[in-house]
């Protein structure tokens, strides 16, 4: 059984950068063909898909985040992170880890952490 629990800080000042940790435990995060993502949730809105880092390494970011959006990962730890900086109230969300395919299609999620941007 493959579990992800997300961690990092609840509350992030405009302008910061927001971290947020993936740890993943039953699985390798450098098995084939799995697609590590980050997906958040805004208050009243629906899920939307930040980016992800691949079993290779590689990474893919949504071009409306891309430009304040690195994921990186610690195969050591078997981890992988978000880092979004320049951080507004707008990215105020649940922030949530998945495993998923080429198809984007998930399997496994974190249970999610709330993130405020807030002063």
């Known amino acids: 059984q493959v579990q992800l629990q997300e961690s990092g800080p609840g509350l992030v000042k405009p302008s910061q950068t927001l971290s947020l940790t993936c ?3 039953g699985g390798s ?5 799995y697609y590590w993502s980050w997906i958040r949730q805004p208050p009243g809105k629906g899920l939307e898909w930040i ?3 691949a079993y290779s390494g590689s990474t893919y970011y949504s ?5 304040r959006t690195s994921i990186s990962r610690d195969t050591s730890k078997n981890q992988f992170t978000l ?4 951080v507004t109230p ?8 998945a495993r998923g395919d080429y198809a984007y299609e998930y399997d496994y999620w974190g249970q999610g952490t709330q993130v405020t941007v807030s002063s």
């Open 23 to 25: 740890t993943v435990s």
């Open 63 to 67: 071009p409306s985040l891309k430009s």
């Open 29 to 33: 995060i450098t098995t084939n063909y």
């Open 90 to 97: 707008e990215d105020t969300a649940v922030y949530y880890c």
């Open 83 to 86: 880092q979004l900086s320049s």
């Open 51 to 53: 980016g992800y880092i």
